[in-house]
């Protein structure tokens, strides 16, 4: 675990105290070099001397990421999905693999194609029922994949309960935070093995970077064929890009904060809405996982919220469209808020619901957002 002494605030404000020891630069400078020259006894001047294995942007990054999630070890990937696959890559032939039904439907597909090749087996629970986790566990269990909140029902999932499940059948639990941004849970103290988020969304927070970080409770063997998948089959995010999350994070629990009040303030504006069904948001009392959330979700409760719409998909699809300060456009955890019609985006095979519009609520002034939904909604 790390030993950073200072709170998250401070460690993301300062990216760790990332200041450029021969310059004094605040900014550390980009290092672009793909190569790195040894000493005049042929030694590496650092750990790794050619890109595709890391470089000090890269290490920077990780560190920080590490530190705030109180992890041994951060790697960094090209995306999200690519750090997903690597980590499934580490599940032996034929392991079984537990996962939640509701979740990132790329890594759903990704379960699934993995077992169709017979690669692993898997087995997804009802993220809904509390005991299904535990029931869907078996001796040949290797992994057990959980989202929360799940993408894009927001069901809240006991993180300790997994990981005490997990590790009564010897499974490691993996948990996809990127919803949790680092500032509400911090998985690994709650037992899980491995975290991963998606750096695209909050912890990059303004839509200009792809990418992907997992996060280790500790370093074993497991990890060490992390670290070598990644250098032989992708590469780190690029030094460029670990700079635009190095500043991007400077200013994760503020945009955080922002977002989780916004995103609660029309969570309870629209919940007795004529024109809406059901407001999808842990942070609302009447949520099926708030009790979870209130115990697992100690800095707010994120941005991301999903209307039911009483409307069909066609109408669903239009609602989105009418909409003119949210922008009608996929992903999450950005500074602006997004909304999507979640089954158009996932395609037919999705168990989304028709009338479902997902948003990422961002950190605008909320009374622009709410009256932005309103005027959507008064067309349907
Ligand atoms: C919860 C979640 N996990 C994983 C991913 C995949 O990450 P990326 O798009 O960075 O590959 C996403 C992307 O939307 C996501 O929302």
Same mark, same amino acid.
């Given at each position: 675990m790390s030993n950073h002494t200072s709170r998250p605030e401070t460690i993301a404000a300062h990216a760790l105290r990332a200041i450029d020891a021969a310059t004094g630069a605040v900014v550390p400078p980009i290092y672009l070099s793909t190569t790195y020259a040894r000493d005049e006894n042929y030694a590496p001047l650092l750990k790794e001397n050619y890109v595709r294995s890391g470089s000090p942007n890269v290490w920077q990054a990780e560190d920080t990421i590490a530190a705030l999630e109180k992890g041994a070890a951060a790697l960094l990937f090209v995306s999200g999905m690519s750090a997903i696959s690597i980590l499934l890559e580490t599940v032996p032939m034929g392991g079984h693999v537990v996962a939640c039904n509701s979740m990132y439907y790329g890594t759903r597909n990704w379960l699934e194609r993995l077992r169709d090749r017979s690669r692993i087996t898997i087995t997804l629970f009802d993220a809904n029922d509390r005991n299904a986790l535990a029931k869907s566990l078996t001796s040949k269990t290797d992994l057990v994949w959980i989202e929360t %909140?799940?993408? %894009?029902?927001?069901t809240v999932i006991d993180i300790e309960a997994a990981a005490k499940a997990a590790h009564n059948v010897g499974a490691i639990l993996a948990v996809d935070a990127t919803a949790l941004a680092s500032v509400t849970t911090q998985p690994l103290t709650l037992g899980a093995d491995i975290v991963f988020h998606s750096i695209t969304k909050y912890l990059n927070g303004h839509s200009d970077v792809l990418g992907g970080v997992l996060i280790a409770r500790e370093k074993n063997s497991r990890w060490d064929e992390i670290i070598s998948i990644r250098s032989k089959t992708s590469s780190p995010l690029s030094p460029f890009e670990c700079y635009l999350l190095m500043r991007g994070m400077r200013t994760l629990y503020v945009r955080y904060a922002q977002a989780s009040a916004n995103a609660l303030a029309i969570a309870r504006h629209f919940s007795n809405h004529p024109k809406v069904e059901k407001v999808l948001y842990p942070g609302l009392g009447t949520h099926e996982g708030h009790d979870i959330a209130k115990r697992q979700m100690t800095n707010g409760y994120g941005g991301m919220m999903s209307l039911l719409l009483k409307a069909d998909y066609a109408a669903s699809q239009k609602f989105c469209a009418r909409l003119k300060v949210v922008t009608p456009a996929t992903s999450l955890g950005g500074v602006e808020s997004l909304a999507e019609h979640r089954k158009t985006v996932e395609? %037919?095979?999705?168990?989304?619901?028709?009338n479902l519009v997902r948003f990422s609520i961002g950190i605008e002034n909320v009374n622009d957002l709410v009256a932005d939904i309103e005027q959507a909604l008064s067309q349907l």
């Open positions: %909140p799940t993408n %894009p029902m927001w395609g %037919p095979t999705s168990l989304t619901p028709d």
